[in-house]
């Protein structure tokens, strides 16, 4: 990229409120133009393919699909995109489920205003941010034991409020097998019960899809 030239940038959130104000944002930095907007990832990936921005300021938790699935569909168009994921959730899973997907900087949404801008250059100089607090708890989990998709659907079973019995009914699985992988859940999680389950999950990001 020519140094005398403006960053291009494309921001996919569903809150106007939040468009507007990184807009206004970005209005005052004279490197950086602001050239489109969507509030769903599919208009997202729409609007990338049409513009082929420099660097795409990506929510996660949008209506029609989710942040991860159009860093997927972005990257699926031009594997070099650079994807600055915006979100309010600090989780360290979901964090890293971003990051694995693409993404190459990872911001809550907090700090914005006084981190935004610099996220932008350090990405388009190949340098790959995460938030402080993030990158803490990513370093604090490294080793943990993740959780099996089968474990993750009955902790999100559990966090609608169903039984053992109605999993196990849900799942095609036994209630004993149920009772097996919540044990095993509590033990990775270090939960002392199922109600403190879910509150990690939703911490941490494991209960992305309810």
Do not use: C, W
Request: aromatic share 2%; charged share 25%; net charge neutral.
């Amino acid at each position: 990229m020519d140094s005398g030239q403006r960053i291009r940038a494309l921001i996919v959130d569903d809150h106007p409120l939040i468009r507007e104000g990184i807009a206004a944002l970005l209005a005052r930095e004279p490197a950086i133009e602001l050239v489109g907007e969507a509030g769903d990832g599919a208009r997202g990936v729409a609007q990338f393919e049409a513009l082929r921005p420099d660097v795409v300021l990506m929510d996660l938790q949008m209506p029609g699909g989710s942040g991860i699935d159009a860093i997927g569909a972005i990257l699926a168009l031009d594997p070099a995109a650079r994807i600055i994921v915006l979100t309010t959730f600090a989780g360290d899973v979901r964090a890293r489920r971003a990051l694995a997907a693409g993404a190459r900087a990872y911001l809550i949404k907090g700090r914005v205003r006084t981190d935004l801008v610099a996220a932008i250059r350090a990405v388009m100089a190949g340098a790959r941010p995460v938030d402080p607090d993030v990158a803490l708890e990513m370093r604090r989990h490294a080793g943990d034991d993740a959780l099996t998709e089968r474990e993750a659907q009955v902790l999100r079973l559990v966090a609608r409020g169903l039984a053992n019995r109605e999993i196990g009914e849900r799942l095609a699985i036994g209630e004993g097998t149920v009772k097996n992988h919540l044990k095993r859940i509590l033990s990775k999680l270090g939960a002392s019960d199922r109600t403190h389950a879910v509150v990690i999950g939703m911490e941490r990001g494991v209960l992305e899809h309810l």
